[in-house]
Antibody
Framework: QVQLVESGGGVVQPGGSLRLSCAASGFTFSIYDMHWVRQAPGKGLEWVALIRYDGNNKYYADSVKGRFTISRDNSKSTLFLQMNSLRVEDTAVYYC???????????WGQGTLVTVSS | EIVLTQSPATLSLSPGERATLSCRASQSVSSSYLAWYQQKPGQAPRLLIYGASSRATGIPDRFSGSGSGTDFTLTISRLESEDFAVYYCQQYGTSPFTFGPGAKVDIK
């Protein structure tokens, strides 16, 4: 069955960096576009970034552009999010999601919590 | 950026009643690339509807979606206890792929 497992979250100081990973299994990772979506505590969902199946095209929310980088390793079925220059407002649960059925996000991981605090 | 507005923000209903949730876009959503997700506390979102009106795998037929252009609706025909949750719409036709603010369906 399809599984997405995020890791790499934790507590980091403002201005710091963190790298999130999303390990995929149960499907052919290399043919699917993948998203990162985040949710601040008690708030709604915010789309963060999308990477095309081959890694050649990437799209970002304005709120993270220039600070976050989405990437993937298709040989290891793993998605990444490199987060630099972190701000307090980046505190959130970060989900990876597969762009699948009808191009919507049909499978989601359980999320990993990133806390930016001094 | 396409801004999505959901109404009402909260809907208080009893089991067995009909729920109607609205999602309005600031500009036309291309190719009806509009999805609805359900989220319960402590859980990841779950895809309910894609392409404005197609039910995702395993979604009961009491859930239905309709609409096009800028106006979309999620209808739950008869609420069951497990349907009390927060619902989000998302447009995924144009980057950034924005979500609505969410609508909570709670027990009256």
């Amino acid at each position: 069955q399809v599984q997405l497992v995020e890791s790499g979250g934790g507590v980091v100081q403002p201005g710091g960096s963190l790298r999130l990973s999303c390990a995929a299994s149960g499907f052919t990772f290399s043919i699917y576009d993948m998203h990162w979506v985040r949710q601040a505590p008690g708030k709604g969902l915010e789309w963060v970034a999308l990477i095309r199946y081959d890694g050649n095209n990437k799209y970002y929310a304005d709120s993270v552009k220039g600070r976050f980088t989405i990437s993937r390793d298709n040989s290891k079925s793993t998605l990444f999010l490199q987060m630099n220059s972190l701000r307090v407002e980046d505190t959130a649960v970060y989900y990876c999601a597969r762009k699948g059925l009808g191009a919507a996000s049909d499978y989601w991981g359980q999320g990993t919590l990133v806390t930016v605090s001094s | 950026e396409i801004v999505l507005t959901q109404s009402p923000a909260t809907l208080s209903l009893s089991p067995g009643e009909r729920a109607t949730l609205s999602c309005r876009a600031s500009q036309s959503v291309s190719s009806s690339y509009l999805a609805w997700y359900q989220q319960k506390p402590g859980q990841a979102p779950r895809l309910l509807i894609y392409g404005a009106s197609s039910r995702a795998t395993g979604i009961p037929d009491r859930f239905s979606g309709s609409g096009s252009g800028t106006d979309f609706t999620l209808t739950i025909s008869r609420l069951e206890s497990e349907d009390f949750a927060v619902y989000y719409c998302q447009q995924y036709g144009t980057s950034p792929f924005t979500f609505g603010p969410g609508a909570k369906v709670d027990i009256k």
